[in-house]
């Protein structure tokens, strides 16, 4: 699967695997005490060496084209694997969605579609953050409105986001 990476969670670890960087990406709440895990759903995104990047330079990620194995559960556990650069068209896009950005979710309501796969969904009070793949054409909807992922034509317009209001 190609993944387009156009957002990440605001929470970062890193392991050695093989001699090699393994790193994780996941959602949380500021607490006003630094970055708190408060997952609601748990999951990673975990970037392996072969990516070449730097994942604390998320500039270097943004709007890459990644290979990836989609979202796979393991002990109440969500995954996304991203391995290597890809090319090509991508087949969904990792988006992050804030509640002070886009607005709060109602997750007990119908707000994805089928093609939203939930990675990691953090929330303390009223400050939500979730992690997404989302597949074109696929929705999600907020508090402030509803958002469609459109296909993008180039790899600069994912990078300015892919997640487009509609009516």
Known sequence: MRIAVCGFGSMWSARA???????????SIDTGKGLKPRPLIYGVVRIEAGTGINPYVTSQ????????????????????????RATGEPDAYLIAIRSCEFG?????????????????????GVDQEALLLISPY???RTARGSYMVERPVTPCEWRKGVLKETS
Do not use: M
């Open 17 to 27: 695997a093989n001699a090699r960087p393994v790193y994780y990406n996941s959602t």
């Open 61 to 84: 990620l943004i709007g890459k084209l990644l290979e990836g194995t989609g979202v796979r559960e393991h002990d109440l556990r969500r995954q996304l694997t991203l391995h290597k």
């Open 104 to 124: 709060a979710i109602d997750c007990g309501g119908a707000w994805k579609s089928s093609g939203v796969e939930v990675i990691s969904f953090s929330e303390a």
């Open 138 to 140: 696929s929705w999600i």
